[in-house]
């Protein structure tokens, strides 16, 4: 009987692996089987496309590929071959069809009305970068699952392991220095509907605040964790802020802080008067995977030590 039961496993196995050739992966939004080392890739969110190029390949399509070169800064660059699929909200099935993909890569949160469409064109794999408390450990996990997809488990925990040096040693940097468990809080602030200044204060299930976390910095703003990893609030917390460091980024030609009607209030902030405002790199992506994680890390660098 057991020699029964265990030839009807190794028959089930068989016939699951006959199912799928290549990898099968359960993932947001249902189960796919992707090939063994898919050749062509089509990204639909940002963070998915800084996957692949750390991973050292070039996606054949992506989404809004002028919205990506204007706000993610990571050290690769995005070959001029790749094409646009339209925007990350409604990409162009068409368009994604002619490119033949093997692969396509997206969020749950955009694709939860297409994704039928999308799996009919290649095997499509859904994440969830706010599914879990930490979105920094949902972003390495991803990243790791999409080496594993790419057949480039090496190259991804190459990549994880820079990461975790160059955390590493801005740290110890911030520790000689004498810095070492300060406070902070990071904004990314800019003019929203209706003409207000608004401002997005990173809450401690970010990506941005775990980064902070481990390069022993301390995250003051205590509200409560969000969906997305930030407070959405007015300019009005400024003067309650009780930090001794405020990061932020801004775009050149929208720096709130910089108004004539903020500059008496701004003036009279503690960190202001300390000296202790660092603004960042208007390019300093906050949502990206471990490349955006690595340039946040060297900002902070640059900022707070000048190297």
């Known amino acids: ?8 496993a190794l ?25 063994a080392t898919p050749g062509r890739v089509v990204v ?57 993909p093997d692969l396509i890569l997206t969020a749950k949160l955009r694709s939860a009305q297409n994704y039928a469409q999308l799996a009919a064109i290649a095997p499509t794999v859904a994440f969830d970068p706010y599914a879990g408390a930490s979105q920094y450990g949902e972003m390495r996990s ?12 090496n190259t991804a925990r190459q990549v994880l392991s820079n990461l975790d040096a160059r955390l590493a040693r801005v740290g110890q940097d911030l ?16 003019t929203g509907r209706g003409g207000a200044a608004t401002m997005r204060l990173f809450t401690g299930n970010s990506m941005v605040s775990e980064v ?16 997305y990893g930030f407070s959405e609030v007015s300019l009005e917390p400024l003067s309650a802020l009780n930090t001794a460091n405020f990061l932020y980024v801004t775009q050149k030609e929208d720096n709130v802080f910089a108004a004539p009607s903020l500059r008496p209030l701004w003036q009279g902030l503690p960190f202001v008067k ?16 471990p490349l955006s ?15």
Not at 20 to 34: D, N, Y
Not at 143 to 148: A, K, L, M, P
Not at 279 to 289: H, I, S
């Open 1 to 8: 009987m057991k020699r029964l039961l265990a030839l009807l």
């Open 11 to 35: 028959a089930g196995g068989a016939s699951a692996s006959a199912a799928c050739a290549g990898r099968e992966i359960t993932h947001s939004l249902g189960t796919s089987c992707v090939p």
């Open 44 to 100: 639909l969110e940002w963070t998915y496309a800084e996957d692949v190029l750390a991973l050292g390949v070039q996606p054949v399509g992506m989404a809004d590929i002028a919205g990506y070169r204007e706000w993610v800064n990571i050290p690769v660059a995005l070959a001029a071959s790749v094409q646009d699929i339209g925007t990350r909200q409604q990409p162009s099935l068409e368009k994604i069809r002619a490119l033949k």
């Open 142 to 153: 991803t990243f790791t699952t999409i080496g594993t997809l790419l057949n480039r488990q």
């Open 175 to 190: 520790k000689a220095a004498g810095r070492a468990r300060e406070t902070y809080v990071l904004a990314q602030a800019y």
């Open 212 to 227: 902070m976390e481990k390069i022993g910095l301390v995250n003051a703003w205590k509200a409560p964790a969000q969906p």
């Open 274 to 289: 300390s000296g202790r405002t660092y603004a960042l790199n208007e390019k300093t992506w906050t949502f990206g995977g």
């Open 293 to 307: 994680a690595l340039t946040l890390a060297g900002e902070i660098s640059r900022a707070m030590l000048g190297r």
